[in-house]
């Protein structure tokens, strides 16, 4: 997309010792307000 304001390839989160979150991507166009949610 050539206005995101925002790109994320292969995020990838590891919390103790464990991957809670494999290798995603997403794209954020400016203006616009994007959020990850999920258990802390």
Do not use: H, Q
Not at 15 to 32: A, H, N, Q
């Amino acid at each position: 997309m050539a206005n995101s304001a925002i790109s994320v390839t292969a995020l990838r989160v590891v919390r103790g010792g464990r991957e809670v979150v494999k290798e995603i991507g997403f794209e954020t166009p400016r203006g616009r307000i994007t959020g990850l949610l999920g258990l802390a």
